[in-house]
């Protein structure tokens, strides 16, 4: 993509920048939540068990990998806006065709390219975050992924609403993908366009990626996906079974989460311009910590609900940092090392989601989520790689 100075001096063109890239983190965070929240509907109506939507979600997860792969050749031929415009009609057509889908073949080959969609989506948008973090000379970042949650929790929101009024899941589903479709048109007209441009000099090698310190940043990113499948998938199994809770006290440790979350981002930025990336990911390292003994220890389900809300509090802001972080290692080569780190958020997605509940199976949900407990005393070493970029140390 087009590579900003940094100067400081926020344009109307920047402006316009941020607005398109927030609409993309939103369009795939609203579309995210609802198909996700969908997933009863779609065993229901398709006759299929947990078993079969288990491997969907996992299929999704993996071809996301893959979709995160197509990103990075597409942008560097065409430029991360194509890569992320591509991937924005990909899961608005997939939501279409699971919407309609007449049949199982039809459901599975929707959500297939969901999953490579969402990929790309993932990699582009947080590529043009980059690009458009580095123009603003300051960090921003957090703020994009802090829309991505607030736009997830809207997506929960329509899904329950829709159930409220009576409504079909097709037609909840049509009406949201089109509402992602309005977000991708706002999108495509701000983000910036071209490609990157080459590094000054004349060792082609300066632009090379440098995989030590991608392998960094990725394992501080898988560490965090880890803990938040982990919470995603079993908080409410965990309430439920272990301690309890009625089903709608029970997904309220999924609730305070997101919403904490949502408010981490938010207030991300702000902290890392005070204290720097590296202590800020140390910081919701020990906040996430503190979250998971509370609630692997609690007695009841309100405690655990509030060690829930505590990991949202702290580690949500480690993966924006992580693509912050990714921006600054190769400065010819940054569209290559955000889609590669993007790669293990879905490697962390897959095994948390597997660990937690194998784990969980083998002996209970309290010892599953030690596992999440353990890999976020890891971040706690791992941000030693959120090196601070230039404008950070000032």
Known sequence: ??????????????????????????????????????????????????????????????????????????????????????????????TVAVALAPDLAVLFAGFGCYGLGVGAVDAGSNMQAVAVQRGYGRSI???????????????????????????????????????????????????????????????PAAAAVPWRPVLLLGSAMACFYV??????NWSALYLHDLLGAAAGTAALGFAAYQGAALASRAAGDHLVRRIGAVATVRLGAFVGIGGFLLAVLAPNAGLAIAGFALVGLGLP???????????????????????RVNIFNYLGAVIGGVAVGAVGTIVDLRVGFVVPLVLAVALVVLARGFVPAPKEAR
């Open 1 to 94: 993509m087009t590579l900003v100075t940094g100067s400081g001096i926020v344009t109307s063109r920047l402006r316009r920048a941020r607005l398109g890239v927030a609409a993309a983190f939103a369009a795939q965070g609203f579309l995210f939540a609802v198909l996700l929240t969908h997933l009863p509907q779609f065993e229901e109506r398709h006759h299929i068990d947990d078993a079969t939507v288990t491997l969907v979600v996992l299929g999704v997860s993996l071809l996301a990998g893959v979709g995160s792969v197509v990103a990075e050749a597409i942008a560097r031929r065409h430029g991360s806006a194509v890569a992320l415009t591509v991937g924005l009609v990909t899961i608005v057509g997939a």
């Open 317 to 339: 802001v480690v993966a924006p940092l992580c693509f912050s972080a990714a921006g600054a290692l190769a400065p010819g080569a940054t569209d290559a090392v955000v889609a």
């Open 227 to 232: 803990a938040d499948a982990g919470v995603s």
């Open 141 to 203: 970042l957090t703020s994009f992924h802090a829309v991505w949650s607030g736009a997830g929790i809207l997506g929960a929101l329509w899904v329950a609403l829709g159930e409220r009024l009576g409504m079909s899941p097709a037609a909840g589903l049509l009406i949201a993908a089109a509402a992602a479709a309005v977000l991708a048109v706002v999108a495509r007209h701000g983000i910036l366009p071209g490609r990157e441009l080459p590094v000054a000099g004349p060792d």
